[in-house]
């Protein structure tokens, strides 16, 4: 298509739709075309963020016939990779870094585990994360979660890691570390003389961190899976350990909070960030409620822990207890478009997936469907984002 209407393609990023602005955007662009559906999928994102309509005003083509196109309806062409497979088999050999037999396998499985679309698969596949452990959540629903980071997660991480203030040549630890959102702008501001520790349980959303880090070289950050409360410390401790929307997610919030103070070198920083009460309101209560019509919620211990520290006077006061001098609070918000899409990707792609372990998918997509009407009645059309982020200096 480039080569027979060279002057009529515009190549660029997702972020080419917010820089140009609507009006030019549309003037230029009419057709989307993708390399896969995931990238379909944040295109029509990032479209739909700046108030352009798909399909109405705009189409998107994605490739593959994802299972995720099903979510948000991108044009998409189908593949067989099977038969693909076995033509090109006998023709090709294992090449140094090729996905080996028993990693596509492993691949396959993963995928069968974020089976979130209303269509049964063979083997009576279930909505499930393995064990229900926070980590094992979040690592289910890893490719979800990435997709809220440029519009969610990472402005959080970049809020947190500007109060903490790492400085160049400084050691962080940045707990409950997730996909990197507040790992990544340490690393940038340590600099390549410091380091950045980033430990998490989510498999899943290690491996995107990771990738993350190579992109951008920053070699001396790090991604570990680990319990970051007894995650191993040398010499004096960190000057700076960080938690971004994590502490409330520990089984003890005090005792664990109190364990990564102890990773504190003497003189050093520790910053926690959480949701301010009332944050997330109308989409959360939305997802509630539609969950509500399949099953009975289990008390989440989460809630709790968090709503003692869900306002600047509580935070600062706690921060005090875990013996923190000092102690300050900043307030951060962000209002992020949500349409009835992205607030399921959200719903899927967080610690709220949860809710939805061990449903069929039929009740999954009943679910779905009763959320987004739901959302639609209530006119909820922005994710009320609004975090404390909170700092004391602790003398060991």
Request: net charge neutral.
């Amino acid at each position: 298509m480039a080569g027979a209407f060279p002057d009529r393609v515009l190549e660029g990023g997702f972020g080419q739709v917010l820089d140009l602005g609507q009006a030019q955007f549309l003037a230029l662009v009419d057709v989307g075309a993708a390399g896969q559906d995931e990238v379909a999928v944040a295109v029509i994102w990032t479209l739909r963020a700046t108030r352009i309509e798909v399909p109405g005003q705009m189409s998107v083509v994605g490739l593959d016939d994802q299972p995720v196109a099903r979510w948000f309806d991108p044009t998409t062409v189908a593949q067989s990779p099977s038969r693909i497979g076995r033509e090109a088999g006998p023709a090709s050999r294992p090449t140094a870094g090729a996905p080996t037999a028993v990693g596509l396998k492993r691949i396959r499985a993963a995928r069968r585990g974020l089976c979130l679309d209303s269509a049964p698969r063979r083997g009576g596949c279930r909505m499930t994360t393995g064990a229900n452990t926070v980590g094992d959540v979040f690592s289910a629903g890893a490719e979800e979660f990435h997709l809220w980071s440029g519009a969610l997660w990472d402005p959080v991480g970049v809020a947190t890691a500007a109060v903490a203030a790492p400085a160049a040549g400084e050691s962080v630890l940045d707990a409950c570390c997730g996909a990197g959102a507040s790992a990544l702008p340490a690393a940038r501001a340590v600099g390549p003389a410091g380091r950045v520790d980033a430990v998490d349980l989510a498999a899943g959303l290690l491996s995107i961190g990771e990738r993350r880090a190579r992109e951008e070289g920053l070699d001396h950050l790090r991604f570990h899976r680990h319990d970051v409360t007894s995650w191993p410390v040398t010499g004096d401790g960190y000057d700076l350990v960080q938690c971004a929307l994590g502490v409330f997610f520990f089984p003890d919030m005090d005792r664990d909070a109190a364990a990564l103070t102890r990773k504190v070198r003497p003189g050093g920083r520790f910053v926690v960030t959480v949701w301010e009460k009332g944050a997330l309101d109308g989409w959360q209560s939305a997802l509630r409620e539609a969950v509500l019509t399949e099953r009975d919620l289990p008390h989440r211990p989460q809630r709790d822990q968090l709503a003692r520290i869900d306002t600047a006077d509580t935070l600062a006061a706690w921060l005090q207890d875990l013996g923190g001098s000092v102690p300050r609070v900043v307030r951060r918000r962000f209002d992020t478009p949500l349409s009835p899409e992205t607030a399921w990707v959200l719903a899927t792609g967080s610690g709220t997936r949860g809710m939805l372990t061990g449903l069929s998918p039929a009740a999954v997509a009943r679910v779905r469907t009763e959320f987004t009407a739901r959302i639609t009645a209530a006119g909820v059309t922005d994710l009320d984002v609004r975090v404390l982020i909170g700092t004391a200096r602790f003398t060991g």
